[in-house]
């Protein structure tokens, strides 16, 4: 939501509070905070090292008002959002590795799509799109980006022989030693042509696609960090999984995964980020809850460290006695990051952005009266979408969350 800020900055090991960008002194971090009185449970931005996150923005102004009724005017809106979090974080929006975009109708992407490549001077990020329900009654999309500071140099990444996307968006971006891909799906590098084939086919030629951005980056399959997997229907949940896991012997990112359809006709969509740098990539596996050591999926790990970050793949929290509330399983889901959390050797102040998926947007505030009290100052960044369906079975909202020490 567009807002006038100010950030209210401590350095630390001085004694005094200074009105400019600078570090917290618990958490060495930026924050673009909200206007004193409005408190959504998240923060608007969070600047942690080289890497900015912004919250998900809704195309409303600074009084929390929706503007427009058509996508094009709620797209301007929304972009104007970004700039002012991304200039208050020290960025702008031609400094973005990845963005986010999430739609109410798929019939709006072609209007999306012309307002969206005006936004970029040069090479845009890379995107994932999915269709699915906004948290705010009348809103058509909610994009969330996440940003390198100003000076911090980005590349996009092109494969030998691959055209570049007739869409807005590179295939990835390089900043530093990380790597934003783009949601992928089955499309010929080649010449941009639909692969047809069912979900096996599709799921491989993703997988495929990601190893030839990979390799092009100077990495591989063993360097990724998480993934985030779209389906068109969770009934192809298993026979996905069938073909994904192959790609790695063992110590496979973390992830999330939902129903929810990507654009065009396509039945799955893949993104990745990557991590290659001089700190191990590290698999977190916490014990049980009964104190005896915990196992890794078949599919990703529970989560991946590298260095001062921390990557916790979705988590749920539906149990026998919490069926059908909302804020009950959002309070369990929580509750159990802390054992990945404290076997990192983070907490939940370390937690900076959160990406909450729910099954029904009616209960959107049932799902904040469990999230609120757990980050009761300078929350992480947040985007919320409403989904179709969850992996687990009666499960109403899964979260997977950032942290970065």
Known sequence: MRMSRVALIVIAGVAGVFLVAGLSAQTAKQFVRPLPGQTPPYSLGIKAGNVIYVAGQLPTDEKNNLVGTDVTTQARQVFDNLRSVLKDAGSSLDNAVHATVMLQNAADFPALDAIYRQQFKGDPPARTTIIGSMVRAGALLEIQVTAVPNGVARKAILPAGWVKPTSPY????????????????????????????????????????????????????????????????????????????????????????????????????????????????????????????????????????????????????????????????????????????????????????????????????????????????????????????????????????????
């Open 170 to 405: 590179s295939y990835a971006i390089q900043a530093g030693d990380t790597l934003y891909m783009s949601g992928l799906v089955s499309r010929s590098g080649k010449d941009n042509s639909q692969l047809q084939g069912d979900i096996a086919v599709q799921t491989k030629t993703a997988m495929d696609n990601a190893g030839e951005i990979l390799k092009a980056a100077g990495m591989s399959y063993g360097d990724l960090v998480t993934g985030h997997v779209a389906l068109r229907s969770m009934d192809n949940f298993a026979a996905m999984n069938d073909v994904y896991r192959t790609y790695w012997p063992k110590d496979r990112p973390a992830r999330v995964s939902c129903e929810a359809a990507p654009p065009g006709t396509y039945d799955v969509e893949i993104t990745f980020m990557a991590i290659k740098g001089s700190a191990p990539r590290e698999v977190i596996i916490p014990n049980r809850a009964d104190g005896t050591p915990g196992t890794a999926g078949p599919n990703f790990s529970p989560a991946i460290k590298v260095g001062n970050r921390l990557f916790i793949s979705g988590g749920t929290g539906n149990t026998a006695t919490n069926a059908g509330d909302m804020k009950a399983q959002t309070i369990e889901t929580l509750a159990r990051f802390g054992p990945a959390l404290k076997a990192a050797g983070f907490d939940y102040k370390d937690i900076v952005s959160s990406e909450v998926l729910v099954t029904d947007v009616a209960k959107f505030n049932d799902m904040n009266d469990g999230y609120r009290p757990v980050f009761p100052t300078d929350p992480p960044v947040r985007a919320t979408v409403g989904i179709s369906r969850l992996a687990g079975q009666g499960a109403l909202v899964e979260i997977m969350v950032t942290a970065v020490k």
